[in-house]
């Protein structure tokens, strides 16, 4: 988990600068077009590029401290790491659908994470 989480947090903030980049070049060509419809619609995009930027950010955050808190034998925790893979999943799944092949592979990597926590070391180690 840490690793996906520190994924999703350098693509999350990857796609958050390239769309600040792309703001204040954005502004810069409507100041010098004079093109205010042109510059309306640059702008959704960005505010768009920055809303789709904070989706791999929060999976990377939460991913991260919950692998950061793993090592506490907390039942809550334990059902907390459920249902982070478990929505994940769904997600992934409406991607796939949606005709994004390529989400086949964190998928399988929230499969592998929900069938491990599921295995008798792991459920003793969490008390259940």
């Given at each position: 988990m840490f690793i996906g989480g520190v994924l999703g947090i350098l693509i999350g903030l990857?796609?958050?600068g390239i769309s600040l980049l792309g703001l204040g070049l954005?502004?810069?060509s409507a100041e010098l077009s004079q093109d205010q419809?042109?510059?309306g619609a640059f702008g959704f995009l960005?505010?768009?590029a920055g809303f789709v930027a904070l989706i791999p950010l929060t999976y990377g955050v939460v991913s991260t401290t919950l692998a950061a808190m793993m090592g506490r034998r907390r039942r809550g925790l334990f059902w907390g790491i459920i249902a982070?893979?478990?929505v994940a999943s769904l997600i992934l799944?409406?991607?796939i659908i949606a005709g994004d092949y390529l989400s086949?592979?964190?998928?399988a990597f929230a499969g592998l994470m929900l069938g491990l926590m599921f295995?008798?070391?792991v459920r003793a180690f969490y008390r259940l």
């Open positions: 990857l796609i958050g954005g502004q810069a419809e042109a510059a960005l505010a768009f982070f893979h478990t799944v409406v991607a086949f592979v964190p998928l295995t008798p070391g």
